[in-house]
């Protein structure tokens, strides 16, 4: 599985960003996928995953009512609606895919993930 994770970019606090993840191969649709952020000296830190069939999710508790992530297996992509951004949301955000199949929980742990993406940078403007 190779992810691309695209739709960073700057905004004002809060405004509103959607983040995308690529996935090619065709096991995607089975695995548990997720959104991690690292922010400079910081380590990376879990924002929001989903099942494979989308029936649970999970969120951070700091994006919680903010951020909305969805997947589409039939076009093998990942998205992560980003709402009311704030200062403390900037950071480089990685889509990552955990390698079992038809898991019915997320984790959150970044070591529990086997595929990423290369992230893309989110700025936001007080």
């Known amino acids: 599985v190779q992810l691309q994770a695209s739709g960073g970019g700057l905004v004002q606090a809060g405004g509103s960003l959607r983040l995308s993840c690529a996935a090619s191969?065709?096991?995607?649709?089975?695995?548990?996928m997720a959104w991690f952020r690292q922010a400079p000296g910081k380590e990376r830190e879990f924002v929001a995953g989903i099942t494979w069939s989308g029936s649970n999710t999970a969120y951070a508790d700091s994006v919680k009512g903010r951020f909305t992530i969805s997947r589409d297996n039939a076009k093998n992509t990942m998205s992560l609606q980003m709402n009311s951004l704030k200062p403390e949301d900037m950071a480089v955000y990685y889509c990552a895919a955990r390698a079992r199949n038809r898991e019915p929980v997320v984790l959150r742990g970044p070591q529990q993930y086997d595929y990423w993406g290369q992230g893309t940078l989110v700025t936001v403007s007080s």
């Open positions: 191969g065709r096991t995607f649709s089975n695995y548990v």
